[in-house]
């Protein structure tokens, strides 16, 4: 069975790490989304998330980033993806997200684009 590990660290900037790590699917998303209502419940919008260890995604999980973004973003934060692996970069291609959500390569640059 699929499964998601997700792991968060707060950085020195105020911002949060999330690093998510197996499979975002439509087993594995309502754990994502639980994290990241609870990251807006205490008031953090700004999040780096970590796809590097993802080795799929589908539309639910997708779902998660879709329906964060807007909030993140109408409180002065935003949510900055990191090294999605080809095929996860592909749906996020797909669906149009990559137009929509900040995708980079590196940790300093997800600082940078979230300073």
Same mark, same amino acid.
């Given at each position: 069975? &699929?499964?998601? $590990?997700?792991?968060?660290? $707060?950085?020195? #900037? @105020?911002?949060?790490? !999330? $690093?998510? $790590?197996?499979?975002?699917?439509?087993? /594995?998303? @309502?754990?994502?989304?639980? /994290?990241?209502?609870?990251?807006? #419940?205490?008031?953090?919008?700004?999040? *780096?998330?970590?796809?590097?260890? !993802?080795?799929?995604? +589908? +539309? %639910?999980?997708?779902? =998660?980033? *879709?329906?964060?973004? @807007? =909030?993140?973003?109408?409180?002065?934060?935003? *949510?900055?993806?990191?090294?999605?692996?080809? &095929?996860?970069?592909?749906?996020?291609?797909?669906? @149009?997200?990559?137009?929509?959500? /900040?995708?980079?390569? #590196?940790?300093?640059? &997800?600082? /940078? %684009?979230? %300073?």
């Amino acid at each position: 069975m &699929a499964e998601i $590990k997700i792991e968060m660290q $707060k950085l020195p #900037n @105020g911002a949060i790490l !999330v $690093k998510l $790590k197996g499979f975002l699917d439509a087993y /594995t998303y @309502g754990e994502f989304e639980q /994290t990241i209502n609870n990251l807006f #419940n205490q008031k953090m919008y700004r999040l *780096i998330v970590d796809m590097s260890a !993802v080795d799929y995604i +589908s +539309s %639910a999980g997708a779902g =998660v980033f *879709i329906g964060s973004i @807007g =909030v993140a973003q109408e409180n002065q934060g935003n *949510i900055v993806i990191v090294r999605p692996k080809p &095929a996860v970069k592909e749906v996020f291609d797909l669906l @149009g997200l990559s137009q929509i959500f /900040t995708i980079v390569e #590196n940790m300093e640059s &997800a600082l /940078t %684009a979230l %300073a």
